[in-house]
């Protein structure tokens, strides 16, 4: 992967990569969106490759450094991984192959513990999240005083891909991986995975009013604004642009966008990654 100079190739006015596995890091893109709104933005969503979750950790790994190298090549200045299964497994190789900062999202494990108030914490992601190493380091750092159980949730990220939010099918999905969670007295559910705001009302139903659901979109777009500061890299005053690119079936991603952005968004076929 080629390391352009931060101080040569890119600029200011230079886009910002974002990725994920297919559409869910919309939900961090929209942060991000929120926070900056004078940058320019590419989105990559890695439709034709989902579900990363379901794969190995050699496959999540070789897609993240694809992606990536695709958006060093297109002239980014800073890549936001808003994928949190490709965070746990390759953010260090995409890391050790590019001197961009890099921004990744992981499950929000920490900000659960604290506000907890049943010492029960519910960690909804995705099967190869759930087994990595990444969390179990978290949950040894943060978890001494609480129960973390964490909750793999196979089928949510197909069902979110095809924008079914709120289907009876769709709720029993998110009941099957919830209530039991629930019934062992968690309060307080980290969303774990990108895709899974989109469920949120779906999953705030079927846990209950008192139950309180954690994601880090804001956080990460934060950690970004603060990254380009450092490197003063931030962009303006002219609104930024958003590009959305995918290795999938463009109509299908372009119609769940619509659904999932709220606003027209054109989607442009990826087939070189
Ligand atoms: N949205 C992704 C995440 O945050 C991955 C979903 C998947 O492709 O399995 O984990």
């Known amino acids: 992967m080629r390391n352009p100079d931060l101080d040569g190739a890119i600029c200011a006015t230079s886009p910002i990569g974002v990725f994920d596995s297919g559409v869910g890091g919309l939900s961090v893109l929209r942060a991000i969106r929120a926070a900056l709104p004078f940058e320019n933005l590419i989105y990559v969503a890695d439709s034709g490759h989902a579900p990363y979750g379901d794969q190995t950790e050699a496959y999540i790994t070789q897609r993240t450094l694809r992606v990536g190298q695709w958006l060093v090549e297109s002239g980014v200045k800073a890549i936001t991984i808003a994928c ?5 497994v390759a953010a260090r190789s995409l890391r050790e192959h590019t001197a ?8 929000a494990i920490k900000p659960a513990v604290v506000q ?29 005083e609480v129960r973390i159980v964490l909750q793999a949730c196979p089928g949510w990220v197909a069902l979110v891909e095809q924008a079914d939010l709120h289907s009876a099918q769709t709720e029993a999905l998110v009941r099957q991986y919830v209530q039991p969670l629930i019934d062992q007295g968690a309060d307080t559910l980290v969303l774990g995975c990108t895709h899974y705001p989109f469920l949120r009302d779906t999953i705030q139903r079927v846990a209950g009013e008192g139950v309180t659901l954690i994601d880090p ?6 950690e970004l604004v603060r990254r380009l500061d450092v490197h003063t890299l931030a962009s303006g005053p002219k609104p930024g642009q958003t590009l959305v690119f995918t290795t999938g079936n463009v109509a299908q991603v372009q119609s769940t966008i619509a659904q999932l952005w709220g606003e027209g968004v054109t989607v442009e076929a990826l087939n070189a990654v």
């Open 84 to 88: 949190n299964t490709a965070t746990v």
């Open 100 to 107: 961009l900062p890099v921004v990744a999202i992981e499950p």
């Open 116 to 144: 907890t108030r049943t010492g029960v914490v519910g960690v909804l992601a995705t099967r190869q999240t759930v087994q990595s190493e990444s969390v179990a380091r978290l949950c040894a750092l943060h978890g001494a």
């Open 217 to 222: 979109a804001e956080a990460v777009a934060r």
